[in-house]
C-alpha cells in the first residue's frame, strides 16, 4: 500500500492583522475636516453670542422691573431735608428689594447681569436723594424764615404807636434776614437786598397803617360836618 506523505506547518494562527498603512494624511486645518471644524467653532461663537444677548434682554428687562419700584424709594424721602438719614433710608430699601429679586434669578449669567446694573442703579439713586434733600432743605428753610418774618411784620402793625415794641420786632426781622443770608453764604449784595426787603416791607406797613388813620380822620371829619349841617 503506497504511503501517504503528511505536511506539517510551521506558521501559527495568529489575531493580530498586518498593520495598514496609508500614504495620504488629512490635516484638521485644511479641506473636509477643516471646513468642519471650522463651522463648528463658528456655530458655538454664534451660540455663546445668542445666549449672552438673551440675557443681557432678560437682564434688562428685569432691571427696568426692578427700577418702577426703587424710584417710588426716592419718592418717598422726596420731602427728607436730613440727607444722612434719607441715603440710609433709600440704602436699605434698595438693598432688600434688591437682594429678593436677584434670589428669583436661577440664571446666573442673567442674575450677574442684573446685579451689574443694580450697582449703578444704586449709585445713581443716592445722588438723585442728595440732590432732593438738598432742595427739601431749601423749601424748609425759606418756609421757616417766610413765617417768622410774617409773624414779626405782623406784631409790628399791631404795635402801632408803641415805639419801644415795633422796634423790638424791627430788629429781629433786620437780624433774621442777616442770618438767613449768612446760613446760605449769600453775597454781601444779596445779603443787603435782604435786609432792605425787610425794611421796605415795615416802611409800606407804615405808609399803610398812616393812610389808614388818615382815613377814619376824614371819614369821622365827615360825620361831624355832616352833623353840623344837619343841625343848622
Same mark, same amino acid.
Given at each position: 500500500m503506497p504511503k501517504i506523505p503528511t505536511f506539517?506547518?510551521?506558521?501559527?494562527?495568529t489575531p493580530a492583522s498586518p498593520?495598514?498603512?496609508?500614504?495620504?494624511q488629512?490635516?484638521?486645518t485644511g479641506g $473636509?475636516?477643516?471646513?468642519v471644524t471650522a463651522g463648528l467653532e463658528k456655530l458655538n461663537e454664534y451660540y455663546v453670542a445668542k445666549q449672552n444677548l438673551q440675557d443681557t434682554v432678560e437682564a434688562k428687562k428685569k432691571f427696568y422691573e426692578?427700577?418702577?419700584t426703587a424710584d417710588t424709594f426716592i419718592e418717598r424721602n422726596k420731602n427728607n431735608y436730613n440727607e444722612e438719614d434719607a441715603i440710609q433710608n433709600y440704602t436699605k430699601d434698595f438693598n432688600e428689594y434688591s437682594k429678593l429679586e436677584l434670589q428669583?434669578?436661577?440664571n446666573p449669567n442673567v442674575r450677574e447681569k442684573l446685579k451689574q446694573e443694580l450697582d449703578l442703579e444704586l449709585g445713581q439713586g443716592i445722588l438723585k436723594i442728595k440732590k432732593q434733600s438738598f432742595e427739601a432743605l431749601t423749601r424748609e428753610s425759606q418756609? $421757616?424764615?417766610?413765617?417768622g418774618q410774617t409773624n414779626d411784620a405782623a406784631s409790628y402793625e399791631m404795635n402801632d404807636g408803641n415805639a419801644l415794641e415795633q422796634y423790638k420786632?424791627?430788629?429781629q426781622m433786620v437780624r433774621r434776614a442777616e442770618e438767613y443770608a449768612d446760613q446760605w453764604k449769600l453775597s454781601a449784595y444779596d445779603k443787603k437786598l435782604k435786609v432792605d426787603g425787610v425794611l421796605t416791607t415795615l416802611f409800606l406797613s407804615l405808609i399803610a397803617a398812616v393812610k389808614s388813620v388818615l382815613a377814619c380822620r376824614l371819614f369821622s371829619s365827615l360825620i361831624f360836618t355832616c352833623s353840623l349841617r344837619s343841625a343848622i
Open positions: 506539517s506547518s510551521q506558521a501559527q494562527l498593520e495598514v498603512k496609508s500614504q495620504f488629512v490635516p484638521l $473636509i475636516a477643516g471646513g426692578f427700577k418702577g428669583k434669578i436661577t418756609s $421757616i424764615y417766610n413765617t420786632y424791627k430788629d
